[in-house]
């Protein structure tokens, strides 16, 4: 049974306890495929945190994991997406090893799911989610996000949409059945409004999407807050800084 007293308690204590954003060194990056650069600067968007202490009870770590795979082509490098992709796995892996969640943003599926396969063979003891939108092969180079459940404790999930954004690559929203509790995460990617060397109508059609997801994200946040029984993960690529409209 739920007791809502002990999660408002363990909530309280966790957030106290949430382990710093960890800033990789130029060694985590392969000296030669001239991608240290490129890199380096997306694995800053690695960030770690504590799960509530009430699923220690399992031999899972701690972890919950928010990773911008940066799947589109690097002007500075010339590795391929799956080269680069296998190393993002290598990384998390060997940083959250055992994580109970991983939310990945921008992965480019490729044709017949190619790539999706590279995260799962990655991550075998991985539920992998997509997004509730997306078809195989109806998009395999768009860039979408993509969640790893932990199949210990796992039961079964649902995904879910976000008002107005029913048809979007851009997020895993998911309620999952643990034999920890049940849980809502949504796992999203907002698009970022810095497109000056783009079309004004591609500037504007971002913008009118930035606003549809900042709507439908205050909005979620503000149904939850209603529920605190239900406990809500939120992670992802925001384009955000804390003193901005989100």
């Not at 796992?154 to 008002?163: D, P, Q, V």
């Not at 643990?178 to 004004?200: A, E, F, K, S």
Request: some cysteine; overall charge positive; glycine content about 4%.
């Amino acid at each position: 049974a739920f007791d809502f007293r002990k999660y408002v308690e363990l909530y309280a204590d966790v957030s106290q306890q949430m382990t710093e954003p960890k800033i990789p060194e130029a060694e985590y990056v392969d000296r030669n495929c001239g991608e240290c650069v490129t890199m380096a600067a997306y694995i800053t968007n690695f960030t770690i945190f504590k799960r509530r202490k009430n699923m220690g009870k399992s031999n899972l770590t701690t972890f919950i994991v928010s990773y911008n795979a940066a799947g589109y082509a690097w002007k500075l490098s010339q590795e391929s997406w799956a080269s680069r992709l296998q190393r993002s796995c290598n990384y998390i892996r060997e940083t959250a090893p055992g994580a109970w969640v991983i939310g990945l943003s921008e992965v480019i599926p490729g044709k017949d799911d190619k790539y999706l396969a590279i995260l799962q063979k990655a991550f075998p003891e991985y539920i992998l989610v997509t997004p509730h939108a997306y078809r195989k092969n109806s998009s395999p180079r768009s860039a979408i996000n993509v969640l790893l459940i932990h199949r210990e404790g796992y039961r079964y999930h649902a995904t879910r949409t976000l008002e107005d954004l029913e048809n979007s690559l851009l997020y895993n929203y998911v309620g999952i059945d643990t034999d920890h509790g049940y849980y809502r995460v949504l796992n999203i990617h907002i698009p970022h409004t810095d497109n000056g060397d783009r079309p004004i109508w591609y500037q504007q059609n971002r913008i009118d999407l930035r606003k549809k997801f900042e709507v439908a994200l205050k909005k979620t946040c503000r149904s939850f807050a209603q529920e605190l029984e239900i406990p809500f993960i939120l992670l992802g690529d925001f384009n955000a800084t804390p003193d901005g409209s989100l």
